[in-house]
């Protein structure tokens, strides 16, 4: 039977007895220090995120070095001093004293543990963190520490010297360190043999078993069974080691070999017993959600719909899955698995989940293809060379009455909502529609017989997506209609009237219009009608569409002419747009101002990757922007966190109708401005198809304008006259496929939230919010408040030396031409020359001087780049004073408090120890 008081005995000694010297309290600083550097890195000042990442990342390197330097004397200094054979007589079990010891240096690693937590203080100081995700980091930082103090207490119970005990205890911790590098030498070995397959499965399996991989969900907030018991597992297979190594004195030499033999069996079983046990652990995971927004745990949508599919109704998924992946992807496969068997555990039977593992050119590979998913080539490293894999990460869902198909699982795909929805739509008896309107940006089709845009393929997974043709009719009156009446957003809740006799002739229950600044009149005004009816329709028109260039530059922006036809042989001209693009029919409907050549520019960005970007690519975030960029009033955009668009325009209320409702629903911050058609756009030539083109300016003049400038609006009116029900946005290239298929890669680190956005608008005109928060559904932006605030006036310092530099060089420009004027009227009013000598005279000096003025108009363009270069430069350094001056600071606080505390109880240890002494005996 073990007794607590024996081992709290033995523990008590042992920790007083690491604190009885100053080497103690140096240990324990070096850890504070060290454990602050790395969690306030450079890295962690350019991901701008308040998290503890950087230190979670290096936290295994850091271990290698305390965890030896708490145990080494553990047992050797016992062995060295003889005083093991002493405590082994005591009135105690070697496995009491063995306990005895591990909590004592388990209680000098929380202690060190404890002094670090003045990171998080700092942490907090700097900005808002998750407290979930901190706590649950620092709980992975203490298993994490107690299972390797086992490892070090085995190489102190090896030796009776604490140096050579120290560098065993390096080595046996770096294995479970350095299982996470052995995946490169699997790899190396899988390029030389034929079985790949096997290899690559023990390779995932050594990556699993590391250190680092057991850390990454206690980083992100979530403590997972699975990790404390790798952890627990790992103590009491090292801790059964200690127990044999200390219990060998016991054994006769004659017993020896039969001893070793029973141990070696014993200590077999239990390995094998705790990895039987983490295998079950692991296939079902069971792990408690403490992040701030419960990311990692089912949603109420998805609750929901697995209870909705009725119990009669089978759905099967067929999961297409290949067994080894890319690195970056074994999470991803990882989760996707998880929750394929959660899904199905919580149907109560209504799903059949069949897991098709698809080696390549085989049989299931075929059989995948012949379903719609196909298999994505992915580029990865490996040994210092770039190399390429296809693999299957896709699921085929079908009922009775529908099917889907979802291609692959990315890693920056929300799988969770990818799988609710896909079960909510394949259980309903009927989809929703939503119509997309021909118009020239043709996102039905590339215009060359290829596919569809992504935003349709992304709209088909949910609803029943229809081309309209704005050539005909779009309304059509409802005693004609041979469908039955409109669902969704066009039906009327509790028995109300509908507003009007009209419902869309194909039956459809929003519209999408992409570039309806193309329409000619006729095709405008069945726009226009529809719309005035009240049908809810998401429009977006864009200024300056940055995707619509060619070797001429700008050829789809609503001021210019429509293309096509036209010459010798090209055919008649084109009919041209209505209102020459500036949509004024349907902005008077709407009752907006929108200018069809004014594009707005922000020089907020809070993203230092793209730092070299101009402020025409605007960010729409929450970070560092006083203003409000996000509508809380919008189920659309209040869980939105960060957007860029590219050239957008803006829009603005004209007011006078009280009835109607003008929400804006994206903002820039007030460090904007507008620029008009002649300020960003210059005239081009081709040289290729000899034509005259517009192409954008690089550096155009900016003047901030102080105001926040709405990009994006829903606007309401719910009276029978003038109903309206539209959310108009003034940019297209936020829509463009690069955003959806970086959200389904996940390449970059930054999450945007564009194609969220898109979908939300949809599910809220149709009627249907019932994915928004599931879509909606991320981890909150936290990003360095303090360090921003430090660094927003150095922003404005540049913006200010910028403008200074462009007044400067615009009155420059101004005097010279008046120089010019001046220059040309002495002539003209020269009396002693005739009209043709004044008209020649004033030609040739025109020439001159208009070439002097070019000349210094590109010498005064020379320099003001140079001068704003030099700005930035300096705003650059003194942003990163800002950060090294922050990075010293955190750095120090965690070494004054051990300091504190050591030389307080070492000076009243002395104290003691003085007057305890009989003053006689005492040097004088």
Same mark, same amino acid.
């Given at each position: 039977?073990?007794? $607590?008081?024996?081992?709290?005995?033995?523990?008590?000694?042992?920790?007083?007895?690491?604190?009885?010297?100053?080497?103690?309290?140096? !240990?324990?600083?070096?850890?504070?220090?060290?454990?602050?550097?790395?969690?306030?890195?450079?890295?962690?000042?350019?991901?701008?995120?308040?998290?503890?990442?950087?230190?979670? *990342?290096?936290?295994?390197?850091?271990?290698?070095?305390?965890?030896?330097?708490?145990?080494?004397?553990?047992?050797?200094?016992?062995?060295?001093?003889?005083?093991?054979?002493?405590?082994?007589?005591?009135?105690?079990?070697?496995?009491?004293?063995?306990?005895?010891?591990?909590?004592?240096?388990?209680?000098?690693?929380?202690?060190?543990?404890?002094?670090?937590?003045?990171?998080?203080?700092?942490?907090?100081?700097?900005?808002?963190?998750?407290?979930?995700?901190?706590?649950?980091?620092?709980?992975?930082?203490?298993?994490?520490?107690?299972?390797?103090?086992?490892?070090?207490?085995?190489?102190?119970?090896?030796?009776?010297?604490?140096?050579?005990?120290?560098?065993?205890?390096?080595?046996?911790?770096?294995?479970?360190?350095?299982?996470?590098?052995?995946?490169?030498?699997?790899?190396?070995?899988?390029?030389?043999?034929?079985? $790949?397959?096997?290899?690559?499965?023990?390779?995932?399996?050594?990556?699993?078993?590391?250190?680092?991989? *057991?850390?990454?969900? !206690?980083?992100?907030?979530?403590?997972?069974?699975?990790?404390?018991?790798?952890?627990?597992?790992?103590?009491?297979?090292?801790?059964?080691?200690?127990?044999?190594?200390?219990?060998?004195?016991?054994?006769?030499?004659?017993?020896?070999?039969?001893?070793?033999?029973?141990?070696?069996?014993?200590?077999?079983?239990?390995?094998?017993?705790?990895?039987?046990?983490?295998?079950?652990?692991?296939?079902?995971?069971?792990?408690?959600?403490?992040?701030?927004?419960?990311?990692?745990?089912?949603?109420?949508?998805?609750?929901?719909?697995?209870?909705?599919?009725?119990?009669?109704?089978?759905?099967?998924?067929?999961?297409?899955?290949?067994?080894?992946?890319?690195?970056?992807?074994?999470?991803?496969?990882?989760?996707?698995?998880?929750?394929?068997?959660?899904?199905?555990?919580?149907?109560?039977?209504?799903?059949?989940?069949?897991?098709?593992?698809?080696?390549?050119?085989?049989?299931?590979?075929?059989?995948?293809?012949?379903?719609?998913?196909?298999?994505?080539?992915?580029?990865?490293?490996?040994?210092?060379?770039?190399?390429?894999?296809?693999?299957?990460?896709?699921?085929?869902?079908?009922?009775?009455?529908?099917?889907?198909?979802?291609?692959?699982?990315?890693?920056?795909?929300?799988?969770?909502?990818?799988?609710?929805?896909?079960?909510? $739509?394949?259980?309903?008896?009927?989809?929703?529609?939503?119509?997309?309107?021909?118009?020239?940006?043709?996102?039905?089709?590339?215009?060359?017989?290829?596919?569809?845009?992504?935003?349709?393929?992304?709209?088909?997974?949910? !609803?029943?997506?229809?081309?309209?043709?704005?050539?005909?009719?779009?309304?059509?009156?409802?005693?004609?209609?041979?469908?039955?009446?409109?669902?969704?957003?066009?039906?009327?809740?509790?028995?109300?009237?509908?507003?009007?006799?009209?419902?869309?002739?194909?039956?459809?229950?929003?519209?999408?219009?992409?570039?309806?600044?193309?329409?000619?009149?006729? *095709?405008?005004?069945?726009?226009?009608?529809?719309?005035?009816?009240?049908?809810?329709?998401?429009?977006?028109?864009?200024?300056?569409?940055?995707?619509?260039?060619? *070797?001429?530059?700008?050829?789809?922006?609503?001021?210019?002419?429509?293309?096509?036809?036209?010459?010798?042989?090209?055919?008649?001209?084109?009919?041209?747009?209505?209102?020459?693009?500036?949509?004024?029919?349907?902005?008077?409907?709407?009752?907006?101002?929108?200018?069809?050549?004014?594009?707005?520019?922000?020089?907020?960005?809070?993203?230092?990757?793209?730092?070299?970007?101009?402020?025409?690519?605007?960010?729409?975030?929450?970070?560092?922007?006083?203003?409000?960029?996000?509508?809380?009033?919008?189920?659309?955009?209040?869980?939105?966190?960060?957007?860029?668009?590219?050239?957008?325009?803006?829009?603005?209320?004209?007011?006078?109708?009280?009835?109607?409702? !003008?929400?804006?629903?994206?903002?820039?911050?007030?460090?904007?401005?507008?620029?008009?058609?002649?300020?960003? $756009?210059?005239?081009?030539?081709?040289?290729?198809?000899?034509?005259?083109?517009?192409?954008?300016?690089?550096?155009?003049?900016?003047?901030?304008?102080?105001?926040?400038?709405?990009?994006?609006?829903?606007?309401?009116?719910?009276?029978?006259?003038?109903?309206?029900?539209?959310?108009?946005?003034?940019?297209?290239?936020?829509?463009?496929?690069?955003?959806?298929?970086?959200?389904?890669?996940?390449?970059?680190?930054?999450?945007?939230?564009?194609?969220?956005?898109?979908?939300?608008?949809?599910?809220?005109?149709?009627?249907?919010?019932?994915?928004?928060?599931?879509?909606?559904?991320?981890?909150?932006?936290?990003?360095?408040?303090?360090?921003?605030?430090?660094?927003?006036?150095?922003?404005?310092?540049?913006?200010?030396?910028?403008?200074?530099?462009?007044?400067?060089?615009?009155?420059?420009?101004?005097?010279?031409?008046?120089?010019?004027?001046?220059?040309?009227?002495?002539?003209?009013?020269?009396?002693?020359?005739?009209?043709?000598?004044?008209?020649?005279?004033?030609?040739?000096?025109?020439?001159?001087?208009?070439?002097?003025?070019?000349?210094?108009?590109?010498?005064?363009?020379?320099?003001?780049?140079?001068?704003?270069?030099?700005?930035?430069?300096?705003?650059?350094?003194?942003?990163?004073?800002?950060?090294?001056?922050?990075?010293?600071?955190?750095?120090?606080?965690?070494?004054?408090?051990?300091?504190?505390?050591?030389?307080?109880?070492?000076?009243?240890?002395?104290?003691?120890?003085?007057?305890?002494?009989?003053?006689?005996?005492?040097?004088?």
């Amino acid at each position: 039977m073990i007794r $607590t008081h024996v081992i709290l005995a033995v523990a008590k000694r042992n920790f007083r007895s690491y604190f009885s010297g100053v080497l103690g309290y140096l !240990f324990i600083t070096v850890f504070c220090v060290a454990s602050a550097a790395m969690a306030f890195s450079s890295a962690f000042f350019a991901a701008n995120s308040a998290s503890l990442d950087q230190l979670t *990342q290096a936290f295994p390197w850091l271990l290698l070095f305390v965890i030896p330097a708490i145990t080494m004397t553990t047992w050797a200094d016992e062995r060295k001093l003889g005083t093991d054979e002493l405590l082994f007589t005591l009135p105690s079990s070697e496995v009491e004293i063995l306990l005895g010891k591990y909590l004592a240096v388990f209680a000098v690693y929380s202690v060190a543990l404890l002094f670090s937590l003045v990171n998080v203080v700092v942490l907090f100081l700097l900005g808002s963190p998750d407290t979930g995700a901190v706590v649950s980091s620092y709980a992975g930082y203490w298993f994490a520490g107690g299972a390797l103090l086992s490892a070090g207490m085995l190489a102190s119970a090896l030796t009776n010297s604490a140096t050579v005990s120290f560098v065993m205890g390096v080595v046996f911790c770096c294995v479970p360190v350095l299982l996470y590098y052995v995946t490169d030498v699997v790899e190396w070995l899988a390029g030389l043999r034929d079985q $790949t397959a096997e290899l690559y499965e023990l390779r995932n399996a050594l990556a699993a078993l590391s250190l680092q991989e *057991q850390l990454r969900d !206690f980083s992100v907030g979530v403590v997972p069974i699975t990790g404390v018991a790798w952890f627990s597992f790992f103590s009491l297979v090292m801790l059964y080691l200690n127990f044999v190594v200390i219990s060998k004195r016991r054994w006769g030499v004659q017993n020896e070999l039969n001893m070793s033999g029973q141990y070696f069996l014993r200590t077999l079983c239990l390995v094998v017993t705790c990895g039987s046990l983490l295998f079950v652990f692991w296939h079902y995971p069971v792990r408690a959600d403490l992040s701030s927004e419960r990311l990692f745990t089912l949603s109420a949508a998805t609750r929901e719909t697995l209870s909705n599919i009725k119990s009669s109704q089978q759905i099967t998924i067929q999961a297409f899955i290949s067994p080894e992946v890319p690195a970056d992807y074994v999470e991803t496969r990882r989760q996707l698995i998880g929750l394929l068997r959660e899904f199905k555990r919580s149907s109560g039977g209504a799903i059949d989940l069949r897991e098709v593992s698809v080696e390549p050119f085989s049989d299931e590979g075929e059989q995948a293809r012949a379903l719609g998913i196909e298999p994505v080539r992915l580029q990865y490293d490996r040994d210092g060379k770039r190399e390429e894999a296809e693999i299957f990460m896709g699921a085929f869902l079908q009922s009775a009455s529908d099917e889907i198909v979802i291609p692959f699982f990315g890693k920056g795909l929300p799988i969770e909502y990818e799988l609710t929805r896909s079960l909510r $739509t394949v259980s309903q008896e009927k989809r929703l529609k939503v119509g997309v309107l021909l118009t020239d940006a043709k996102v039905m089709t590339d215009g060359e017989g290829g596919g569809k845009w992504e935003i349709v393929r992304e709209l088909e997974k949910q !609803f029943d997506v229809i081309a309209v043709n704005p050539s005909q009719k779009i309304l059509k009156s409802a005693a004609d209609a041979e469908t039955k009446p409109e669902v969704g957003a066009d039906s009327k809740k509790d028995g109300e009237e509908k507003q009007d006799d009209k419902i869309p002739a194909e039956g459809f229950d929003v519209l999408l219009a992409i570039m309806p600044s193309s329409l000619t009149q006729p *095709q405008m005004d069945n726009f226009v009608e529809y719309v005035k009816a009240g049908k809810p329709t998401l429009i977006f028109d864009d200024p300056c569409p940055y995707i619509f260039q060619n *070797q001429s530059g700008l050829v789809m922006a609503p001021r210019l002419p429509k293309q096509g036809g036209g010459g010798m042989f090209g055919g008649p001209p084109p009919e041209q747009k209505a209102d020459n693009g500036e949509l004024t029919a349907l902005m008077s409907a709407l009752n907006v101002k929108w200018d069809n050549g004014q594009i707005t520019y922000d020089r907020n960005n809070p993203h230092t990757q793209f730092a070299t970007l101009p402020p025409e690519y605007v960010f729409i975030s929450r970070t560092g922007n006083k203003a409000v960029p996000f509508s809380e009033e919008s189920d659309v955009t209040k869980s939105l966190q960060d957007l860029v668009m590219l050239f957008p325009g803006s829009i603005t209320d004209r007011a006078g109708r009280k009835e109607q409702k !003008f929400t804006p629903l994206l903002r820039t911050s007030t460090e904007s401005g507008l620029l008009d058609w002649e300020d960003f $756009t210059s005239q081009s030539f081709n040289p290729f198809t000899m034509s005259p083109g517009v192409e954008i300016k690089q550096n155009p003049r900016r003047r901030d304008d102080g105001d926040s400038h709405v990009i994006a609006a829903h606007i309401r009116n719910e009276t029978k006259e003038t109903p309206l029900n539209v959310i108009f946005c003034s940019d297209i290239d936020m829509i463009t496929d690069w955003f959806f298929m970086e959200r389904n890669r996940g390449m970059l680190d930054i999450q945007f939230d564009n194609v969220t956005f898109v979908l939300n608008a949809v599910d809220q005109l149709a009627g249907d919010e019932t994915f928004i928060p599931l879509r909606s559904r991320r981890e909150k932006m936290r990003t360095l408040q303090f360090v921003e605030e430090r660094t927003s006036n150095l922003r404005k310092n540049l913006n200010k030396d910028e403008k200074e530099a462009q007044d400067q060089m615009d009155s420059a420009l101004k005097k010279a031409e008046d120089e010019l004027r001046s220059e040309i009227k002495k002539i003209q009013d020269d009396q002693g020359l005739d009209e043709r000598s004044k008209e020649v005279m004033v030609r040739t000096k025109e020439e001159q001087l208009n070439r002097q003025l070019e000349i210094q108009r590109d010498q005064l363009e020379r320099d003001l780049n140079a001068q704003v270069r030099k700005s930035a430069l300096e705003m650059k350094r003194k942003v990163r004073q800002v950060e090294n001056t922050v990075k010293i600071i955190a750095c120090m606080i965690p070494a004054i408090l051990p300091i504190c505390f050591g030389m307080l109880f070492l000076g009243i240890r002395n104290l003691a120890e003085q007057q305890s002494i009989n003053p006689n005996r005492r040097r004088t």
